[in-house]
């Protein structure tokens, strides 16, 4: 069953399984130790909301991939680019197979093209940290819910007060 929680644990798999990623996380607000030089290249994702359609629901999810370049490092174009090269893996592992994560298949629509911005630096977090961002705008079908398509039933009787079957349950009017 396709929902929000197994497109984001897929994406965090993808993320786990990237030979480059040290980290994954998910959340609006997420501490990282920005002093901890192990924890980077890494991956965040944060969802932007949801529309819903007929039978679908869009989901949008902002995915960050950003690194922290020593302080004596000033070579900043390797590391976004480095950045940029893993958010597209990510992008194509998602949309088109599953090469190197360990996560079954599941059908996903992730809308074409893809946007894919810099992040922008934010000195109450750190800014020191490089990195591209992509929205990831993703068409799940409603999963079912256990309900049958069509809930209430023919009437049983159509004499007298009207009643109905759902399930085991009747409703009477």
Known sequence: MNTLLNAVETIQAIGNAHPQIMATYYGST?????????????????????????GTMN???LVTVFDLPPLDDMRHLETENKALQILQ???????????YANVSSREYNLEQPVPINPITSRPDLNDRLL???????????????????????????????????VGTTFIVQ
Request: charge should be negative; include cysteine; proline fraction near 4%.
């Open 30 to 54: 997420v501490e990282i130790d920005e002093d901890d030089q192990n924890k980077y290249p890494a991956m965040h994702i944060e969802s932007e909301g949801a529309q819903s359609n007929k």
């Open 59 to 61: 989901v949008n999810l």
């Open 89 to 99: 893996d990510i992008i194509g592992e998602f949309a088109y197979g599953f090469t």
């Open 131 to 165: 990195g591209w961002q992509a929205s990831f705008n993703i068409e799940i079908n409603y999963p079912k819910t256990g309900c049958s398509d069509n809930i209430i039933n023919l009437p049983i009787s159509n004499t007298g007060i009207g009643f109905w079957q």
